[in-house]
């Protein structure tokens, strides 16, 4: 697989985008509606410039998804999409990401937010170190078909080569109750490798589009912003 060269320009401005300093940021969910000092750390991507603001709008106007059920948010970087959701309804949520970083980052926003009660987080590959279940599964994932960086961190959360929405897409149903669900981003311009929708049925899940926008942002990108409630068929 290779990547095309608009998408490879993008993923260099990305990676300039995201070098940044620890620092702190407010993130406007709806009119008069902000989630309010949320501290990102270096090496992870800025929430207010990807597609996690979109998935955080969404979630917010989206209530009925997760109120009052059990929650795993995983690859959660900052934890900006476990804290709104523990925030505004979800009776628990578990945040995890396979990076130390995130893992931190999230933590130190979530005892910030007052939410220690209704949360909990870990670090693993996937599912590895997750040992309960939960209604909704969301899962932030790596979009653009290259493999990481390994010297340059913040691409683990930008790239994959597809590997790993397959391994998500075996390992999920073990981790989900009875008509649970996962909901999962996209952006199109990301091409077919890591797309929810069309990979996702290869592995018998039910895929409906549930939100589906054109976005022309020059600190994001532009293209159609999709999310997918998958279930297992």
Do not use: W
Not at 11 to 28: A, N, Q
Not at 74 to 102: E, K, N, R
């Amino acid at each position: 697989m290779a990547l095309t060269d608009e998408q490879r320009e993008l993923i260099k401005l990305r990676i300039k985008e995201h070098t940044h300093p620890r620092y702190t940021t407010d993130i406007l969910l709806d009119q008069d509606v902000i989630l309010k000092d949320l501290v990102v750390y270096p090496d992870i991507l800025r929430p207010e410039k990807t597609s996690a603001l979109y998935f955080a709008r969404f979630l917010f106007l989206n209530k009925d998804i997760y109120k009052d059920k059990e929650v795993i948010d995983m690859g959660c970087g900052c934890g900006i999409q476990g804290i709104l959701m523990a925030t505004y309804g979800a009776h628990h949520v578990l945040l995890s990401d396979i990076f130390q970083t995130a893992v931190q980052n999230t933590i130190e926003n979530i005892k910030n937010a007052g939410l220690e009660s209704k949360t909990s987080v870990t670090q693993g590959d996937l599912f590895e170190t997750i040992d309960s279940t939960a209604d909704v599964i969301i899962f932030n994932h790596p979009f653009f078909p290259a493999e990481m960086d390994p010297d340059i961190p913040v691409t683990g959360a930008m790239c994959n080569d597809g590997e790993l929405i397959h391994r998500f897409f075996d390992e999920a149903p073990r981790y989900l109750n009875e008509g649970g669900i996962l909901i999962m981003p996209f952006f199109d311009f990301a091409g077919e490798i890591n797309n929810p929708e069309i990979q996702g049925m290869k592995h018998g899940y039910t895929v409906r589009k549930v939100h589906a926008i054109e976005i022309d942002d020059e600190n994001i990108q532009k293209g159609g912003f999709l999310v997918y409630e998958l279930k297992k068929s």
